[in-house]
């Protein structure tokens, strides 16, 4: 089926680890976007990119790193885990053309860092 | 700084009757405004939308008002039922220079909405 889907649902990992968050589309929207959800804060924008291999700063971006080698990947790695980083993450697109595009979100990574 | 505002984390009302779930802003520059639903362990999904140019919009039992003097708008639900029990999101955009897209959307906290039968 078409769609956004997230990888791996559930994850928990230890402080200080490298982890790396999978969220694939295949509808081929030009933009893509890692939010987080944490209780008190809403969702907020890690990171984003408009097309494959560009990609920028959202609100929260420090301790993440982003790729987007196809238009269809966009993966998200903690490169060094912490606690605080432990949240729900969604990944969006949107086609773009239309400047108000809705943005379709995957349902979510739920990770869990010790 | 919150740029998007949802000050009532809840909201409880009884089935049949009008919903109605405000939001605040504090970017003048924002244009396009968006509400968001979203169940438990499932990702938001877009219910429905307003531009800056607009103070209304509807669609079915969901409308939202703009008021842009105010930086405020609201969702109304009408008639609610128990299946609008969800978490609500209000976000906004403003346009992005060269593109013109306003896709980097803005969210407030949420609000939990329940229905009760």
């Known amino acids: 089926d078409a769609g956004i889907t997230q990888s791996p649902r559930y994850k928990i990992t230890e402080t200080g680890r490298q982890v790396t968050l999978m969220c694939h589309q295949t509808?081929?929207?030009?933009?893509m976007f890692w939010y987080r959800q944490d209780l008190g804060h809403g969702l907020r924008l890690i990171y984003y990119s408009a097309a494959a291999d560009i990609t920028d700063k959202g609100e929260v971006p420090d301790g993440y790193v982003v790729s987007r080698s196809k238009t269809e990947n966009f993966p998200l790695t903690l490169e060094s885990a912490t606690r605080s980083q432990t949240s729900v993450y969604f990944c969006?697109?949107?086609?773009?053309?239309?400047?108000?595009?809705?943005?379709?979100f995957g349902n979510g990574t739920r990770l869990t860092v010790t | 700084d919150q740029q998007v505002k949802q000050n009532s984390p809840s909201l409880s009302v009884q089935e049949g009757r009008i919903s109605i779930l405000n939001c605040d802003y504090t970017n003048s520059m924002f244009d396009y405004f968006l509400w968001y639903k979203k169940y438990p362990a499932e990702g938001p999904t877009f219910l429905i939308s307003?531009?800056?140019?607009?103070d209304k919009n509807e669609d079915g039992r969901f409308t939202v008002f703009l008021n842009k003097s105010a930086k405020h708008l609201s969702l109304h639900i009408v008639p609610s039922q128990p299946g609008d029990s969800a978490v609500y999101f209000c976000?906004?955009?403003?346009?992005?220079?060269?593109?013109?897209?306003?896709?980097?959307?803005?969210f407030g906290k949420g609000i939990t909405l329940s229905v009760r039968p």
């Open positions: 509808w081929s929207h030009s933009y």
């Open positions: 976000a906004a955009s403003q346009r992005e220079k060269p593109t013109g897209a306003n896709s980097k959307l803005t």
């Open positions: 969006a697109s949107t086609k773009g053309s239309h400047p108000h595009s809705p943005l379709h």
């Open positions: 307003i531009s800056s140019i607009k």
